[in-house]
């Protein structure tokens, strides 16, 4: 049995790695995985590729209450920090 997810810490970082999802459902997975972010709290996302039309839909979804910030960017995939406001 797991622990429970009860957000005690503001600050913590929460790794997401788009590489073990069907194509079809990373989106949707994404979305609701920064849906449940607090004010704070980072999703560090990890993919194969740099997410240009992801990056175009959360902006129109979040607006300015998702920061993206690339910590990797290069030819064997990305690393970008989604930081809730």
């Known amino acids: 049995m797991s622990t429970p997810h009860l ?13 073990g999802i069907a194509k079809r459902f990373r ?7 920064l849906d449940a972010l607090h004010p704070g709290e980072t999703m560090r996302f990890v993919n194969d590729h740099d997410p240009l039309p992801l990056l175009q ?3 129109a979804h ?5 920061e993206v910030a690339y910590r990797q960017r290069d030819a064997e995939g990305v690393v970008i920090d ?3 406001r």
């Not at 989106?27 to 995985?33: D, L, S, Y």
Request: glycine share 6%; aromatic share 16%.
């Open 7 to 19: 957000h005690l810490r503001p600050d913590a970082i929460y790794p997401f790695d788009a590489r």
């Open 27 to 33: 989106h949707a997975a994404i979305f609701g995985a």
């Open 57 to 59: 839909q959360m902006q």
């Open 62 to 66: 979040f607006g300015e209450s998702v």
């Open 82 to 84: 989604f930081v809730k």
